[in-house]
């Protein structure tokens, strides 16, 4: 049987966030419960649709705009943000965005705020830069063991030095491992436990080598822009180098012997298991990841910034969620000297103005559309092809007209950014006594301290991979203990996969076998493109089956991802299912053509060959990851062309040779695979282990609010259920359905036990009626009657001319209540003025009731009428 990860608690995780919220899914919602003919009940079968693909909702609608957004807003305004960090000493600034985003989008998901007392929201990234590139261990999956990401150097730390994407965050989060307690696995070299690796024998080898690199990485220097420093540092003072050095040489000597470990030559590492043999790559969170959503493309083809893309970003910041993205930042280091030609560092305002590849990853927190494009004009200074200044005869550097006046971008705006660099600002101690994340970047406060953040234009050529994280708790619900049921561990480090779009259906699919007794809670997928629907259909399969749909559908619901990305999707009742049963899920995704018919595809992540990227290395490409994935027959499925065929026989099927790019010969291997490995489809089942003794909700006290009647369409109170003194929780707990619930009267609400809880009770309640809602006022301002007229005989004014009543609910009477005896209001409204009255404007006061019927209730106006005789 196969075995599949049973996710253990941590020893110390982050207890003050409230572990209970809800997260809105996308609109156009179509949920379905399968009747026994397998179909959806209410749903319409669809003769060239499979019933796993029947989609009873809406289709997929384009992006639409969301409600007015305010002209400027940060996240730290509403204290979601946490303290700024440093990265130093490694290339793990992807990380530290993920990790800073990911600390932002918890906090708002509890309706918390950041306590910098408590420091109670605080992730590791080594955790994620370390597990995020290395594969899955027989410990983890014996199945799939060996997939994953690949570091091509043997160095022990190279995963922390290899960079990153911001899929390798969402691929392993979704996976159900991470985001973890920094306390668990700090940023320095040191395992959980806190043991040291380092000792003195790096200083002894390079006294000085060792000391310029102990502190460069403190500032976010190289060891050689470090030793520029201390010898300026010794030309003002007077000194020289080796007297400027000396202290801190000593100083170097005994953080080594005192083994403090935030050291690049250190081991870093993290042992696959703890000491009881347990994974620690696979311990629980304390949350798990809802959506991972890639926006849409920032520039457009002419290099302009995409409204679309602004906007989605913007509707993400005012959610509570941080913004990842990658762009490419100026030459220079973190600290205060040097030219710069795309940041402003009076303003700390950056804005690169020419296209280039974007290499550094960070948090954007806020944006001010009103923040001015003068803060960014700055002067640019002309350098030689190595980056060294160009100066005329006299020594003085040459202004670059050209890029000085390029430095100003076309518009205001600005987004409010967040680097990894350090801050003097957030500077603090960790539990050893180092001072950490101390930086001298980003823009000044009052103090004029550095605070790490810094503004980027809206106009930057460079701003890509663009996205924002959603986390739940729901799943950690049962004590911590929960399954994910997948096949998928490596990222889509290459893009996906795709098999070409067509009006037939095209469907993939997962099999799973249940572990142990199970409670299926939820479901994912990973979605190519934006504005897809997804079908997702759930099977318990029949002893034998070679199909995933040869079984009885358990399942069926639909949903519009609006983002490309990972989303879970928490199901609607939770599904038993028992040790050692095949469970399929079906996953049918689809967008609208240009016609409005829909295509329909199906993709898998997809990854470079360690053939490719040494071929590409070769083409100076500096790739320094590869993938594998492992695919074994019986796990993926693809229906495509009316049948469906094993995905690991359609992988090997592949073409022979392929060429990735125009401008790049075809990579080595034999076949596609070879050369870009595919994984299986990103589609998993969550799920809790079943409790086998469930709770009999017979005698549980049911409670339920107050109820009108709501014109015919079903009213459905909330419903609290108690159960010794406890209240239970709607819809993991108990489901609730109503009897005679459209007219006023007498109705049932039926609680019917879920989860851990089994049996029904009911709760009788009335349905008041409604408030009548009749409107009565006079017909004409004044009803004129002539007084030669009515010398002669008694007039009638007819109820349509003197009364205007609407949406009266039941018989409606009329009564006067006051006014000159003269004038009489008949029962059915019609108005006499009696011969002999005298010439005059009299005021009638009648009241108008309507009687309500079994649904409303009886209601009266008072309408006063002016009769005018002349």
Request: aromatic share 10%; charged share 25%.
């Amino acid at each position: 049987m196969r075995k599949h990860w049973k996710l253990k608690k941590p020893v110390a995780v982050v207890t003050s966030i409230a572990l209970a919220f809800s997260l809105a899914v996308a609109p156009g919602v179509a949920s379905a419960r399968v009747a026994q003919d397998g179909l959806a009940v209410g749903a319409t079968a669809i003769s060239d649709v499979p019933e796993w693909a029947v989609d009873d909702g809406s289709n997929a609608s384009a992006l639409t705009a969301q409600a007015a957004l305010p002209s400027k807003y940060d996240l730290r305004s509403d204290g979601l943000v946490t303290p700024v960090k440093s990265q130093s000493p490694w290339q793990t600034c992807w990380a530290f965005a993920g990790i800073a985003a990911a600390e932002t989008s918890m906090l708002s998901a509890t309706g918390s705020k950041y306590d910098k007392q408590t420091n109670d929201v605080d992730l590791s990234e080594r955790h994620l830069a370390y597990f995020a590139l290395h594969p899955v261990t027989e410990v983890d999956d014996p199945a799939q063991a060996g997939e994953g990401m690949y570091t091509m150097s043997s160095d022990r730390n190279a995963a922390f030095d290899a960079g990153g994407l911001p899929v390798y965050i969402t691929t392993l989060f979704s996976q159900g491992v991470g985001p973890q307690a920094e306390a668990m696995f700090p940023y320095r070299g040191v395992d959980a436990q806190g043991e040291s690796r380092l000792g003195t024998q790096a200083f002894e080898s390079d006294p000085e080598g060792t000391t310029l690199l102990l502190y460069a990485s403190t500032e976010g220097m190289t060891a050689d822009e470090y030793k520029e420093k201390l010898e300026k540092e010794a030309r003002d003072t007077g000194s020289t180098y080796a007297e400027v050095l000396k202290p801190k040489r000593e100083e170097a000597k005994k953080y080594c012997e005192n083994d403090h470990t935030y050291f690049y030559l250190d081991d870093w590492t993290i042992p696959a298991t703890d000491g009881s043999g347990n994974s620690n790559r696979t311990l629980t969170p304390f949350m798990t990841l809802r959506d991972g959503n890639v926006l849409p493309e920032y520039q457009n083809d002419d290099n302009t910034p995409n409204d679309q893309s602004i906007a989605a970003m913007k509707q993400e910041l005012v959610n509570g969620h941080g913004v990842t993205i990658a762009y490419k930042p100026d030459k220079a280091r973190p600290s205060e000297s040097g030219d710069s030609r795309y940041i402003n560092r009076d303003t700390w305002a950056q804005y690169t103005f020419e296209r280039a590849d974007a290499n550094h990853a960070v948090c954007i927190v806020g944006y001010d559309d009103g923040y001015s494009k003068d803060n960014f004009t700055h002067t640019v200074y002309k350098k030689d092809a190595a980056g060294n200044p160009i100066v005329d005869d006299e020594g003085k550097p040459i202004v670059d007209d050209d890029a000085t006046a390029a430095s100003t971008p076309p518009g205001n705006g600005a987004w409010i950014v967040r680097n990894s660099w350090g801050s003097e600002t957030d500077k603090t101690k960790d539990d050893l006594g180092n001072v950490i994340n101390n930086g001298t970047y980003g823009v000044r406060d009052e103090n004029g301290k550095a605070t790490g953040y810094f503004y980027l234009s809206y106009y930057d050529k460079n701003i890509s991979q663009v996205e924002t994280m959603a986390f739940s708790p729901d799943l950690l619900e049962a004590a911590g203990d929960y399954e994910v049921l997948q096949h998928d561990y490596m990222p889509a480090q290459s893009g996906f996969y795709t098999t070409p779009a067509t009006a037939d259906v095209t469907s993939s699919a997962n099999v799973f076998e249940a572990p142990q007794d199970l409670s299926i809670k939820a479901v994912s997928t990973r979605t190519s493109e934006e504005n897809q629907r997804v079908t997702f259909a759930i099977y318990e399969l029949k002893d034998g089956a070679t199909e995933p749909t040869d079984g009885t559908m358990l399942y069926r619901t639909s949903r519009n991802f609006e983002y490309a990305g990972f989303h879970r999707l928490d199901l609607d009742w939770a599904i038993d299912v028992k040790a050692g049963k095949k469970i399929a899920v079906v996953s049918t995704a689809s967008t609208l053509g240009s016609d409005g018919t829909r295509r329909y595809s199906a993709s898998a992540n997809q990854a470079f060959s360690k053939q490719s990227v040494e071929f590409l290395n070769g083409l100076n490409y500096p790739v320094k990851l590869y993938g594998e994935a492992v695919v074994n027959e019986g796990e993926s499925f693809l229906y495509s062309n009316g049948q469906w065929v094993d995905w690991s026989k359609h992988i090997a099927a592949l073409p022979k040779s392929t060429e990735k790019f125009a401008s790049v010969a075809p990579f080595p291997g034999d076949t596609y695979i070879e050369q870009f490995p595919i994984d299986n489809f990103s589609i998993k089942l969550y799920a809790v282990p079943a409790d086998q003794n469930p709770v009999d909700l017979s005698a549980a006290e049911v409670a339920v609010e107050a109820a009108t009647y709501s014109g015919g369409a079903p009213v459905e109170p909330k419903v609290t259920v108690k159960l010794g003194g406890a209240e239970l929780r709607a819809g993991s707990d108990y489901a609730v359905s109503y009897v005679n619930n459209k007219k006023a009267g007498s109705a049932v609400a039926v609680v019917k036990g879920k989860g851990s809880y089994t049996g029904s009770a009911a709760k009788a309640f009335t349905i008041a009626k409604a408030a009548n809602t009749m409107k009565a006022v006079p017909k004409a301002k004044v009803n004129k009657v002539k007084l030669s007229k009515l010398k002669k005989e008694t007039q009638v004014i007819a109820k349509a001319k003197a009364f205007k009543v609407t949406k009266a609910k039941g018989k409606v009477t009329f009564k006067k209540a006051k006014g000159n005896k003269k004038i009489a209001v008949s029962k059915a409204g019609k108005v006499t003025v009696k011969k002999g009255l005298k010439k005059g404007t009299y005021k009638v006061k009648v009241k108008v009731t309507a009687a309500g019927n079994a649904n409303y209730k009886k209601a009266t106006k008072t309408v006063t009428l002016k009769v005018k005789v002349a």
